[in-house]
């Protein structure tokens, strides 16, 4: 058991019989109340939102989590199938644990999943992602006076907003916590 003090944002604890990862966490002295924690937190299972206040010094279950970086092989059906580098073990998980960041993914790239003993909890897409544009209106050149942007589609069949000098055909990084365009990669 830990104390209230000793959590922080991306921590995973059992709160309630499930588990939960702290989202936001604000430590709050009102006036001459007593001070508390005011946390919200992703129930992982269902995904919902949680808000809860926790008093100072209160006893709160921290989860030990173990984290392995695993490569994406392809998807099957509601899951998708991730492999162990080391011992080449298969994983399947429920796509809708990576959110968004799954219409970015391409085959090969890595993939970062948290697990409670021998059970995945969560997964993350990469952080940036670097992909290829197969449809866009042309651009024209000089088009960088303005921030207007325009629809393209990536290699993988996600659609994002990107600068109007940027072509098909050319290779973007992507963003995939916001699903943004960040950059032509050259």
Do not use: W
Not at 120 to 147: H, Q, R, S, W
Not at 171 to 179: A, L, S
Request: a negative charge.
């Amino acid at each position: 058991m830990a104390d209230t003090g000793d959590i922080n944002i991306g921590t995973v604890i059992r709160f309630n019989g499930e588990l939960c990862k702290i989202e936001e966490y604000q430590h709050r002295t009102p006036g001459n109340l007593r001070a508390f924690y005011q946390a919200k937190m992703r129930n992982l299972k269902s995904g919902k939102l949680v808000e809860n206040r926790f008093r100072s010094g209160e006893l709160v279950e921290i989860v030990r989590v173990d984290y392995k970086v695993l490569q994406y092989i392809y998807p099957e059906g509601e899951f998708i199938v991730c492999m162990d580098n080391e011992n080449f073990e298969q994983i399947y998980l429920p796509a809708t644990m990576l959110g968004s960041g799954m219409s970015f993914l391409k085959e090969g790239m890595e993939v970062k999943i948290s697990f409670e003993g021998d059970n995945p909890i969560l997964a993350e897409a990469p952080v940036f992602v670097e992909l290829e544009i197969t449809y866009c209106e042309p651009g024209m050149k000089g088009d960088t006076a303005t921030n207007t942007l325009k629809p393209a589609t990536l290699e993988t069949g996600a659609v994002i907003n990107v600068p109007l000098f940027v072509n098909q055909g050319e290779r973007v990084k992507i963003d995939t916590r916001t699903n943004s365009y960040v950059e032509r990669v050259k």
